[in-house]
């Protein structure tokens, strides 16, 4: 892509104005907390620390509006407590440039490096040092700023304080993360209908895990449907996949594909209502007519081997899933039985569980293990109605925002060891553009020249297409607001209160259309500042003129570092795949080494592998996106081999995912054979991935070797189906690796025409 495409493109996307789901209750609360803050320093302090207090409570409001499961009280009065040590720092050295400028060059480099810790605390850490250049100039002794940091922490406690008082949607996050991954498996379901192989997206599911992380506190308050659901929803996703796909038995056409598209229907309706009930808080209901399907008892005589087991084991996780949601049912604790006649509840669901976890009459049922002996799956059995988490009282911890600190230095110092690390070469370049911008800031006849570091500290990303988006929407939105701003404060002739009434109302919207994108919320802080600047006393000459100049200042040179110090990821893309290469590698040798090493369904080996193959995948997809939008020479991979070796890695990783699907019991019969193709797999995707990183094209002949061995005609009869399963899902394996390997063949004739099209 060229440069104007480049700078085109990313102009659009900062000037973009996007429909996003308002929250108006949020931005009421978070201006509620700036009014108080405001009020109460006015009336006892006077203008100058009611600003400074202001710009406390409107970054911990802000910090609060970030995408992060943390609870919002913490991310509150973490920032405002970290605004004022960096004020109160900067407040001691301001008055000696040499010192000022080594704090300044200190406090950007370690807030570029916190990027590293995630993008909270890197946006966090990059406001603290724009309000800081602010600040710094409204006390006047160190006592005052004293009370100015002291007034700081005070309006993050008042944000903190509402957040407690006046919960809006409390857990909301939760429910959403954890609906939004359901509703993602019964879309999946949908499409397996039509499309048997169709791919999924696990973003969801990875979200979902990341807010089922809790700290000890919010363990004990988690709401009982968010317990469970997650890992049963995980283990649905494998069936699903195993039951619609042909490979694994069931024909194209015909009866069999009949039947399993109408249990996907259900499955996806059941799903579906699950992911509803827990967004809303309510109670599960399901509908007659897909509970009807999954009871419907024709499915043992259409359905036989891996199919059937698939929709023996899909028929138990479903009530399981929707049992676990219901929110009226409180977790492990007996749940009463009381079917109400105007609904299918979940309750009338658990009363009829035989039928739905034995479809099939001439087939027996699983015995469940309680502590008073096996015990026959029957509705008034314990396991029929107790909470189905086998480990109730445990959860993924969250660290608390003290033990978090040692986790982002180790991140920190991880990125500085790394070689062209772009967390590191967005640290280098930021805190140059910082140290610049306030020297030509200073040295500039306009006063204020802190507004130039300020535009280029809150513009700069460690990515290109988002450092110059906001470039554009920074400047754009600079104008747009303080023109808007400066006619009012010209209109109404506005003193001290009317001024800060203005901030508040200037907040208020930012918050509110806060996600709508950059353009609208620059508008709105631009705003925001004039009126406060002008609750000072500071007159609209004073600011307005410099404030326009200064931020196009701090804007280009925020674009030229990174023109002249880049971090394109274009050039990393190789490495990116196969790092992709070597954990899906990984992830399928773990699954097939357990029918060598029967370990049950618990398999934490495997799902640790999984979770690698996931953020491998992420940070694949993370760096295309990025890529597409960069004004360089291509030195990575082309367009066209990037999407054919993203579709054979896709491929290679739901091959994996059928297999476990079916993992065996621990009695099951061993597959000797399966151990040596485990060992093979997993050197040979590691050489592979070597290979990809040197731009070579990697070959496959020691998996083909490990499928031909003769051991696999022992593992093939009709008595070990998991050694018939192995095999077959292993052929799926070895032809995504070989569609891989002609993806980044340079010279593939077929490749250019199946890009054309007809």
């Not at 911990?60 to 973490?78: D, G």
């Not at 990027?115 to 605390?121: D, E, K, N, R």
């Not at 097939?592 to 997809?621: I, Y």
Request: proline share 9%.
């Amino acid at each position: 892509m060229s440069w104007f495409r480049a700078l085109r493109r990313t102009a659009r996307s900062g000037l973009a104005v996007e429909r996003k789901r308002l929250e108006p209750l949020l931005a009421l609360r978070g201006a509620a907390g700036l009014a108080i803050t405001i009020a109460v320093c006015l009336w006892t302090l006077g203008p100058e620390t009611a600003a400074s207090s202001a710009f406390g409570a409107f970054q911990a409001a802000i910090a609060t509006f970030q995408r992060s499961w943390r609870p919002r009280p913490e991310l509150a009065v973490a920032s405002g407590a970290s605004l004022a040590v960096s004020t109160f720092l900067g407040y001691l050295t301001v008055s000696h440039l040499g010192l000022f400028l080594a704090l300044l060059v200190l406090w950007t480099f370690v807030s570029g490096l916190s990027w590293a810790a995630g993008p909270t605390t890197g946006l966090i850490a990059s406001s603290n040092v724009a309000m800081m250049l602010v600040t710094v100039t409204l006390p006047t002794s160190v006592a005052d700023a004293a009370v100015h940091a002291a007034t700081m922490v005070g309006g993050g406690l008042v944000q903190a304080a509402l957040i407690v008082l006046f919960p809006v949607r409390r857990w909301g996050a939760q429910r959403d993360a954890l609906a939004d991954a359901l509703a993602a498996e019964a879309d999946y379901a949908r499409r397996l209908r039509h499309d048997p192989t169709a791919p999924f997206d696990p973003v969801p599911l990875m979200d979902a895990r990341d807010a089922a992380a809790v700290t000890a506190r919010q363990a004990r308050r988690r709401p009982a449907e968010l317990h469970g659901a997650r890992g049963l929803a995980e283990r649905i996703r494998p069936v699903l996949a195993s039951l619609a796909d042909p490979a694994m038995g069931v024909p194209e056409e015909g009866r069999e594909r009949d039947r399993v598209r109408e249990l996907l229907a259900a499955a996806a309706t059941v799903l579906d209502a699950t992911a509803r009930a827990i967004r809303r808080g309510e109670p599960v209901t399901l509908p007659p007519a897909a509970v009807a399907a999954l009871r419907t008892p024709d499915t043992g005589a259409l359905l036989h081997g891996a199919p059937y087991r698939a929709a023996t084991r899909l028929a138990r996780l479903l009530p399981d899933v929707a049992e676990t949601a219901d929110s009226t049912t409180p977790p492990h604790r007996p749940t009463p039985h009381r079917p109400t006649p105007h609904r299918l509840t979940l309750h009338r669901l658990t009363l009829h569980r035989p039928t739905l976890h034995r479809p099939f009459p001439h087939r027996p049922l699983p015995h469940h293990r309680t502590p008073n002996g096996p015990t026959p799956n029957h509705p008034l059995s314990p396991r029929a109605h107790t909470h189905p988490d086998p480990h109730p009282h445990t959860h993924r911890p969250r660290p608390t925002l003290l033990a978090l600190i040692p986790v982002a230095l180790t991140a920190m110092r991880a990125e500085l060891h790394t070689p062209g690390s772009p967390i590191t070469r967005h640290a280098t370049r930021v805190t140059v553009v910082a140290a610049v911008g306030y020297l030509l800031g200073t040295a500039l006849p306009f006063g204020h020249g802190y507004w130039a570091p300020l535009a280029s500290v809150m513009i700069m990303r460690p990515d290109f297409s988002e450092t110059y988006s906001r470039a554009v929407a920074r400047f754009a939105g600079t104008v747009v607001g303080v023109a808007v701003a400066t006619a009012v404060l010209q209109a109404t002739g506005a003193g001290t209160s009317l001024a800060g009434t203005l901030a508040v109302a200037s907040a208020a919207l930012l918050y509110l259309l806060m996600r709508t994108g950059q353009f609208a919320a620059q508008a709105c802080i631009a705003a925001y500042v004039v009126f406060l600047l002008g609750m000072g006393g500071e007159a609209w000459t004073q600011t307005v003129p410099e404030r326009v100049v200064l931020t196009l200042l701090g804007g280009v040179l925020a674009m030229v570092a990174y023109a002249v110090y880049p971090a394109w990821e274009t050039p990393r893309l190789r490495g990116r795949l196969a790092d992709w290469l070597a954990a899906q590698g990984r992830y399928a040798a773990t699954v097939v080494r357990h029918f060598a090493e029967p370990a049950g369904k618990a398999a934490p080996d495997v799902r640790e592998a999984l979770l690698a193959a996931r953020g491998a995948r992420a940070a694949w997809h993370a760096a295309v996106a990025r890529a597409e939008g960069e004004p360089v020479r291509h030195r990575g991979l082309p367009r066209v081999t990037a999407d054919d070796a993203e579709d054979a890695l896709t491929h290679l990783g739901r091959a994996a995912m059928l297999l476990e699907a079916h993992l065996p019991k621990p009695d099951a019969p061993p597959v000797p054979a399966a151990a040596h193709l485990a060992d093979v797999l997993r050197t040979a995707t590691e050489n592979g991935a070597r290979t990809v990183r040197e731009r070579g094209v990697p070959a496959w002949d020691a998996v083909r070797e490990a499928l031909d061995d003769p051991a696999w005609a022992d593992a093939q009869t009709p008595d070990s189906p998991d050694g018939n399963v192995v095999h077959t899902t292993a052929r799926l394996l070895l032809d995504s690796l070989t569609a891989l390997s002609e993806a980044l063949e340079p010279t593939v004739p077929t490749k250019a025409a199946r890009r054309e099209g007809p």
